[in-house]
Nanobody, 125 residues
Framework: QVQLVESGGGLVQAGGSLRLSCTAS????????MGWFRQAPGKEREFVAA????????VYGDSVQGRFTISRDNAKNTVYLQMNSLKPEDTAVYYCAAGRTLGVPSIVPDDYDYWGQGTQVTVSS
């Protein structure tokens, strides 16, 4: 069992930056591929970014490519999402997820086994 806790959300003006963190419990963090997803009110959960176990491979959603960067520090059991050039349409609850069986990062929510509770990001225009 892995517990994930997100932090770093908040209110920011358009064009600003935030860095989200997701810290995992346990000693097996390095065995999981990690992903970030988001969900805005009335919309389906959307893939944002994912990273493989060793941080050698990353994947991004089209809407965040070039603005967001995912990274991880296995020694700290933490995955990060650096968000730059934020837009009002980035407003959503952001969730991190861990995939136990994933050898490569996945964009599919059902591929992930554990989820955090989410952190709210609000971008004002």
């Amino acid at each position: 069992q892995v517990q994930l806790v997100e932090s770093g959300g908040g209110l920011v003006q358009a064009g600003g930056s935030l860095r989200l963190s997701c810290t995992a419990s346990g000693r097996t963090f390095g065995r999981y591929a990690m992903g970030w997803f988001r969900q805005a009110p009335g919309k389906e959960r959307e893939f944002v970014a994912a990273i493989d176990r060793s941080a050698g491979l990353t994947v991004y959603g089209d809407s965040v490519q070039g603005r967001f960067t995912i990274s991880r520090d296995n020694a700290k059991n933490t995955v990060y999402l650096q968000m730059n050039s934020l837009k009002p349409e980035d407003t959503a609850v952001y969730y991190c997820a861990a995939g136990r069986t994933l050898g490569v990062p996945s964009i599919v929510p059902d591929d992930y086994d554990y989820w955090g509770q989410g952190t709210q990001v609000t971008v004002s225009s």
